[in-house]
């Protein structure tokens, strides 16, 4: 039998030739998200970063044809099917028998549009289809579309950015619009092409609440308030027979996950809400995810008892008993935080059963709950899944595994082998690596000086055709997930084999604050923004190091956005790492209290605390008042655009770290928002990062990995 260290070359840790290029993390890459099951058709939307980040939206046919809904926009402009409602966006369109309503990224309208034709991956070229405006240009922008063909409406959440003008934070609603086109401000010539369905709405024949504006300009109240009052309106879902709207609302300063309330109203034949009920949520309860069963009961999550769980309340139409039960009460969670509109985590399979997706220990598992007794049936497989759709017995969900990357997957259910027949419907990634290239996440679990136990998931490094030399530990990198409120998962990541090919050990960290492990878990970064977070990531690292996985010299961490903030804090609060890299991440907590957007603008008041009062807490643990306490090198990577964490907390963090003569990096991405979307710009950084550690730890990185200018590095 052949000794594989024998046969694998030595090679110092972080210099191996890795299989996975800094162009593997883009090339044939495309993000997956957002599906949905439309009779026979399959459609799930794909981030394509060699097309400048542009999202698309893909169709999958009964033959198995795959074609991209490639739509000509009223400017001749390509469609980017995004949303920029909470700046997160997310849930950009909806289709329903054919009709899809979808967000332009450009300029934020909602748009019509029908499957008549289109160019694919497998596809004939056809005329592209002309995208039907159905809201005027303005300061709006539009999330989370509910098409109702019987009325020939839309139900969308509306955010206004008219009061900003003044000084006042955008106004969000839910509205109801009708799908003729006749708010848009078209005139009926234009507003006819690409009809409802596969044909048109003539002129003249207008959904209820409709405007026929001929020449002169949308009309404003064509589109319709349905709720208004609350500072956020999410999730809107139209029960089965369209009596009934439900909907999630919060206000401020809460986020979802805190507290947040179920809304249920009966509508009149035009679609207009007669009434407005609380049914769910509310005092400290976080609610998501309505939707109604084809009975016309409606299906929540909420965390009334520390955990995220399944809730079905029946008895709402009028005259009936109402009453809400537990489907299946266990210390496990069937969401996750609601940063964006969507991902869906729980769907109506059938009369009977729901499908749904469930976190427990940091894992996520896929299954069914039969909806008269609440019982659970794992679907096996071993994909753990991100997002699910249903339809008519139906089942597609976006999932990855250990040693798969992200796929959209059919899965077919059946007695003998439950989720055992998957068929891959596209692959976020078309590279393949030998098994002996992949790093198998492994979960581990270590006390903190708080008393509590962190989680986290620990990646060796992997090579079949290098080793380190004997008595060397790898370089660690501890990574710090964005949020804070949110989590990892144990999944395979080219971004985390990117490193793990090179000889270099990762651990990614669910920190106290993260999802998946309970409300109290959860709570444990409450006022405590900047101190728990950062306590785990540190004691993480020194416990791999007190067991020798690791090299104690040289203990990295890297993060963006929160998690941005966490590396920088970690660098400046401890002594435990010796280098790190911050992508748009936070130096100085009053700027972000200042001056952020409206989703996150009292985010901080339950991290840190209430601003100005507790203006001392700010400062004492923002890292740019705090860079004499600094002794590590730091790199940051910053987009110009970025509307959530604003470039200058970046050249204010440099500034500070320069102004100390320390080793410092600044890297600009022009044009990049909250995270980077363009092929070129997240190469670029990956060599960046890679190139900076090189340099600071003392090795060279194998490959052609452009030299990074560092300032006040040793020469």
Same mark, same amino acid.
């Given at each position: !039998?052949? /000794?594989?260290?024998?046969?694998?070359?030595?090679?110092?840790?972080?210099?191996?030739?890795?299989?996975?290029?800094a162009r593997t993390l883009t090339e044939r890459a495309v993000g997956l998200s957002l599906p949905q099951v439309d009779g026979a058709d399959v459609y799930w939307l794909e981030d394509r970063p060699e097309e400048a980040g542009r999202a698309v939206l893909v169709r999958r046919r009964a033959d198995g044809t795959v074609a991209d809904v490639v739509t000509t926009m009223p400017g001749g402009e390509p469609v980017d099917v995004r949303s920029r409602v909470h700046e997160y966006g997310?849930?950009?369109?909806?289709?329903?028998?054919?009709?899809?309503?979808?967000?332009?990224?450009?300029?934020?309208?909602?748009?019509?549009?029908?499957?008549?034709?289109?160019?694919?991956?497998?596809?004939?070229?056809?005329?592209?289809?002309?995208?039907?405006?159905?809201?005027?240009?303005?300061? *709006?922008?539009?999330?989370?579309?509910?098409?109702?063909?019987?009325?020939?409406?839309?139900?969308?959440?509306?955010?206004?950015?008219? %009061? $900003?003008?003044s000084g006042q934070e955008p106004v969000n609603e839910l509205v109801r619009i009708p799908l003729d086109g006749s708010a848009s401000g078209g005139t009926a010539g234009e507003r006819a092409v690409g009809g409802i369905g596969s044909g048109n709405v003539p002129d003249g024949e207008h959904g209820e609440g409709g405007h026929d504006t001929g020449s002169d300009g949308g009309q404003d109240s064509a589109v319709t308030v349905v709720a208004a009052g609350t500072d956020f309106v999410?999730?809107?879902?139209?029960?089965?027979? =369209?009596?009934?709207?439900?909907?999630?609302?919060?206000?401020?300063? @809460? !986020?979802?996950?805190?507290?947040?309330?179920?809304? $249920?109203?009966?509508?009149?034949?035009?679609?207009?809400?007669?009434?407005?009920?609380?049914?769910?949520?509310?005092?400290? $309860?976080?609610?998501?995810?309505?939707?109604?069963?084809?009975?016309?009961?409606?299906?929540?999550?909420?965390?009334?008892?520390?955990?995220?769980?399944?809730?079905?309340?029946?008895?709402?139409?009028?005259?009936?008993?109402?009453?809400?039960?537990?489907?299946?009460?266990?210390? !496990?969670?069937?969401?996750? %935080?609601?940063?964006?509109?969507?991902?869906? #985590?729980?769907?109506?399979?059938?009369?009977?059963?729901?499908?749904?997706?469930?976190?427990?220990?940091?894992?996520?598992?896929?299954?069914?709950?039969?909806?008269?007794?609440?019982?659970?049936?794992?679907? &096996?497989? =071993? *994909?753990?899944?991100?997002?699910?759709?249903?339809?008519?017995?139906?089942?597609?969900?976006?999932?990855?595994?250990?040693?798969?990357?992200?796929?959209?997957?059919?899965?077919?259910?059946?007695?003998?082998?439950?989720?055992?027949?998957?068929?891959?419907?596209?692959? &976020?990634?078309?590279? #393949?690596?030998? =098994?002996?290239?992949?790093?198998?996440?492994?979960?581990?679990?270590?006390?903190?000086?708080?008393?509590?136990?962190? @989680?986290?998931?620990?990646?060796?490094?992997?090579?079949?055709?290098?080793?380190?030399?004997?008595?060397?530990?790898? %370089?660690?990198?501890?990574?710090?997930?964005?949020?804070?409120?949110?989590?990892?998962?144990?999944?395979?990541?080219?971004?985390?084999?990117?490193?793990?090919?090179?000889?270099?050990?990762?651990? /990614?960290?669910?920190?106290?604050?993260?999802?998946?492990?309970?409300?109290?878990?959860?709570?444990?970064?409450?006022?405590? *923004?900047?101190?728990?977070?950062?306590?785990?990531?540190?004691?993480?690292?020194? @416990?791999?190091?007190?067991?020798?996985?690791?090299?104690?010299?040289?203990?990295?961490?890297?993060?963006?956005?929160?998690?941005?903030?966490?590396?920088?804090?970690?660098?400046?609060?401890?002594?435990?790492?010796?280098?790190?890299?911050?992508?748009?991440?936070?130096?100085?907590?009053?700027?972000?209290?200042?001056?952020?957007?409206?989703?996150?603008?009292?985010?901080?008041?339950?991290?840190?605390? %209430?601003?100005?009062?507790?203006?001392?807490?700010?400062?004492?643990? &923002?890292?740019?008042?705090?860079?004499?306490?600094?002794?590590?090198?730091?790199? +940051? +990577?910053?987009?110009?655009?970025?509307?959530?964490?604003?470039?200058?907390?970046?050249?204010?963090?440099?500034?500070?770290?320069?102004?100390?003569?320390?080793?410092?990096?600044?890297? !600009?991405?022009?044009?990049?928002?909250?995270?980077?979307?363009?092929?070129?710009?997240?190469?670029?950084?990956?060599?960046?990062?890679?190139?900076?550690?090189?340099?600071? *730890?003392?090795?060279?990185?194998?490959?052609?990995?452009?030299?990074?200018?560092?300032?006040?590095?040793?020469?």
């Amino acid at each position: !039998m052949i /000794d594989n260290d024998a046969a694998r070359q030595e090679a110092p840790y972080g210099t191996w030739e890795s299989p996975v290029a800094a162009r593997t993390l883009t090339e044939r890459a495309v993000g997956l998200s957002l599906p949905q099951v439309d009779g026979a058709d399959v459609y799930w939307l794909e981030d394509r970063p060699e097309e400048a980040g542009r999202a698309v939206l893909v169709r999958r046919r009964a033959d198995g044809t795959v074609a991209d809904v490639v739509t000509t926009m009223p400017g001749g402009e390509p469609v980017d099917v995004r949303s920029r409602v909470h700046e997160y966006g997310g849930a950009a369109y909806a289709v329903r028998n054919g009709v899809i309503v979808l967000s332009h990224a450009t300029d934020g309208r909602l748009y019509r549009v029908g499957v008549g034709g289109g160019r694919g991956n497998h596809a004939s070229a056809s005329p592209a289809p002309v995208a039907v405006p159905l809201t005027p240009p303005g300061p *709006w922008r539009f999330a989370d579309p509910v098409i109702d063909l019987v009325r020939e409406v839309v139900y969308a959440v509306r955010e206004d950015h008219g %009061p $900003v003008a003044s000084g006042q934070e955008p106004v969000n609603e839910l509205v109801r619009i009708p799908l003729d086109g006749s708010a848009s401000g078209g005139t009926a010539g234009e507003r006819a092409v690409g009809g409802i369905g596969s044909g048109n709405v003539p002129d003249g024949e207008h959904g209820e609440g409709g405007h026929d504006t001929g020449s002169d300009g949308g009309q404003d109240s064509a589109v319709t308030v349905v709720a208004a009052g609350t500072d956020f309106v999410v999730s809107p879902t139209l029960s089965p027979d =369209g009596a009934r709207l439900a909907w999630v609302s919060w206000d401020h300063p @809460h !986020m979802p996950w805190t507290s947040s309330s179920l809304h $249920v109203a009966e509508l009149t034949p035009e679609g207009l809400p007669t009434t407005d009920e609380v049914v769910a949520g509310g005092d400290g $309860v976080s609610v998501a995810q309505p939707l109604w069963t084809q009975t016309g009961d409606l299906v929540h999550v909420d965390d009334r008892t520390g955990w995220w769980n399944l809730y079905r309340t029946e008895g709402l139409r009028p005259g009936q008993e109402r009453r809400t039960r537990a489907l299946h009460p266990a210390e !496990m969670e069937f969401t996750g %935080p609601q940063w964006r509109f969507g991902p869906r #985590t729980v769907a109506v399979l059938d009369d009977e059963h729901l499908v749904c997706a469930w976190t427990r220990e940091g894992r996520w598992h896929l299954g069914a709950v039969r909806l008269a007794n609440g019982e659970l049936e794992e679907w &096996s497989g =071993g *994909w753990e899944p991100q997002e699910v759709a249903a339809a008519e017995g139906r089942v597609v969900v976006v999932a990855a595994s250990a040693v798969r990357p992200t796929a959209v997957l059919e899965v077919r259910s059946g007695a003998s082998h439950p989720g055992a027949d998957v068929t891959v419907l596209r692959r &976020s990634s078309e590279i #393949t690596l030998d =098994g002996g290239d992949i790093s198998v996440a492994e979960g581990i679990s270590w006390p903190t000086p708080d008393g509590a136990q962190a @989680h986290g998931f620990f990646y060796p490094p992997a090579s079949t055709r290098f080793r380190g030399p004997d008595g060397e530990r790898p %370089p660690l990198l501890v990574l710090s997930h964005g949020g804070p409120t949110s989590a990892t998962r144990a999944v395979f990541s080219l971004a985390v084999q990117f490193w793990t090919t090179r000889g270099f050990a990762v651990l /990614d960290v669910n920190y106290g604050g993260s999802t998946g492990y309970g409300r109290a878990y959860r709570e444990r970064l409450d006022g405590a *923004w900047g101190v728990v977070d950062v306590a785990d990531c540190a004691s993480g690292a020194e @416990h791999l190091a007190a067991t020798g996985l690791v090299d104690r010299a040289r203990l990295g961490i890297r993060g963006g956005s929160a998690g941005g903030f966490t590396t920088l804090a970690a660098l400046t609060f401890t002594d435990t790492f010796t280098a790190g890299a911050s992508r748009y991440g936070i130096g100085d907590l009053e700027a972000l209290a200042r001056d952020t957007h409206k989703f996150e603008s009292r985010y901080p008041v339950g991290l840190v605390g %209430p601003y100005p009062e507790a203006q001392q807490t700010y400062r004492d643990r &923002s890292p740019v008042h705090h860079t004499d306490r600094l002794s590590a090198p730091i790199v +940051l +990577l910053q987009g110009t655009e970025d509307k959530v964490v604003p470039p200058n907390q970046a050249e204010l963090m440099a500034d500070a770290v320069r102004a100390k003569g320390l080793p410092v990096a600044v890297v !600009m991405f022009e044009g990049e928002g909250h995270g980077f979307r363009r092929a070129e710009n997240i190469e670029a950084a990956a060599l960046a990062e890679l190139s900076f550690f090189g340099q600071v *730890w003392g090795f060279e990185p194998a490959g052609d990995v452009p030299r990074l200018p560092v300032e006040n590095a040793a020469v």
